[in-house]
């Protein structure tokens, strides 16, 4: 039954992948057709991100009167929910008020399954976790590719993601009966170590680690939503194609992350987190080098395979570095500072887009990752037990 509730875990993760890039995919065609301008792709997601942020800060919440397999199928739902309301609509402020529901619905699956895969499975599993996020994140982008080479609109392609969405809430439903159990007894231990955010801001090490997934999550945010416009406006590929090629983004994320289960087990944490910083900024150099559209897809593929093991890594050293019974606290306020960064840095990039130029696109990437690592350095030096 254990191996059983993991495969499930698994395809949860995927479902909360797949709708991730789609806006991103489809927004070259979308900004058009809602005449609006090509920044405005940063309200929807900052929409979505605050939704993520408040489903996330309430997720401690209800999987303790809920439980995590309730918590998780409710979310699952409300997401296919608003991604049929997605396919459906015809103007910008209709996708915005959709764009509710599929954040706090995101959010909470996000923060509870992360918090139950760290409680009660090996710490491979927490990169394979993340593995099944971006197959469901590199699905995402040919599926909406296929519905745009197709003719059959971007509207269609959210609806094939609804309707994936939809028989994976059905699988969690019929599951129910295997999260009860250990997952009580796994609440009721985050519940004894609760802290308030005062507390935890306290805790050497904490406002570093926020950083970090700060930057983090809007390299990865920024990235799914832009390389997509940045090679239509700028590299002047087709839409379809772009939306492909932004794809590869994602596949390099999974690919990584398939990889990264097996080499943490010979690498520390730190180094597997270095690792991928390096490679992002070779992804980066590739990017901004001269040359077809083949070295421009090298450089997302690169910087995809370097976020790879950043997000899992810092994750898993968490109770090291801060200890086991105060790092689900910290957990916490990593999510939510993943989210704040996922909420503001797309946007700016978005201003940037329309005001400077779309081409500065690897350049905002390298500086995140810059604060990034400095933040990771500072990091190691106030939480080194070594």
Same mark, same amino acid.
Request: glycine share 10%; with cysteine.
């Given at each position: ?31 058009? =057709? ?12 900052? $929409?979505?991100?605050?939704?993520? $942020? ?5 997720? &401690?919440? /209800? ?9 998780? @199928? ?23 008020? +959709? ?10 699956? &996000? ?48 609806? %094939? ?17 295997? +999260? ?15 802290? #308030? ?16 997934? *700060? ?16 090679? #239509? ?7 379809? #194609?772009?939306?492909? *090629?932004?794809?590869?983004? *994602? ?10 289960? *097996?080499? @943490? ?14 490679? $992002?900024? @070779? ?14 897809? @090298? ?25 086991? =019974? ?12 993943? %989210? ?13 887009? =329309? ?7 690897? /350049? ?8 990034? $690592? ?13």
């Amino acid at each position: 039954m254990t191996h059983l509730l993991l495969l499930i875990i698994y395809l949860a993760f995927i479902s909360l992948g797949l709708p991730d890039a789609l806006l991103g995919s489809a927004w070259p065609t979308m900004y058009t =057709e809602f005449h609006v301008p090509v920044s405005c792709a940063g309200i929807v997601s900052m $929409i979505i991100a605050l939704g993520t $942020i408040i489903s996330s800060l309430q997720s &401690d919440r /209800l999987t303790r009167k809920l439980g995590t397999g309730k918590v998780t @199928a409710i979310s699952v739902a409300v997401t296919a929910a608003a991604l049929l309301g997605f396919s459906f609509t015809h103007s910008f402020w209709m996708l915005c008020l +959709w764009a509710v529901p599929y954040g706090l619905g995101a959010g909470s699956v &996000d923060a509870s399954l992360n918090n139950y895969v760290a409680l009660h499975y090996k710490s491979q599993h927490m990169s394979w976790l993340h593995c099944m996020w971006g197959v469901g994140a590199a699905i995402g982008p040919y599926i909406m590719g296929y519905a745009l080479a197709g003719e059959k609109g971007w509207n269609s392609g959210y609806l %094939y993601i609804s309707v994936l969405q939809m028989l994976l809430t059905g699988i969690l439903i019929l599951s129910l009966p295997l +999260w009860k159990g250990k997952g009580n007894r796994a609440e009721e231990a985050v519940r004894n170590k609760a802290l #308030t955010l005062p507390e935890i801001l306290r805790i050497c090490g904490a406002k570093e680690v926020m950083l970090c997934f *700060f930057c983090y999550c809007a390299i990865e945010q920024t990235a799914g939503l832009w390389a997509s416009s940045y090679l #239509t406006l700028y590299k002047n590929v087709p839409a379809g #194609t772009a939306a492909r *090629f932004a794809g590869m983004f *994602f596949i390099g994320i999974t690919v990584g992350r398939a990889i990264n289960g *097996f080499i @943490a087990m010979k690498l520390s944490d730190t180094q597997m987190i270095r690792l991928g910083q390096g490679i $992002i900024a @070779a992804g980066v150099i590739v990017m901004i080098l001269p040359g077809p559209q083949e070295v421009t897809l @090298a450089g997302l593929i690169l910087i995809g395979l370097g976020c790879a093991p950043v997000y899992p890594c810092i994750i898993h050293s968490t109770p090291a570095r801060f200890g086991a =019974e105060r790092s689900q606290a910290v957990i916490g306020v990593q999510m939510a500072s993943a %989210y704040v960064g996922t909420c503001l840095m797309p946007p700016v990039f978005g201003m940037i887009a =329309e005001h400077v130029s779309v081409a500065l696109f690897p /350049l905002y990437i390298f500086a995140l990752l810059v604060l990034m $690592i400095i933040m990771h350095e500072l990091l190691i030096r106030r939480t080194s037990h070594e």
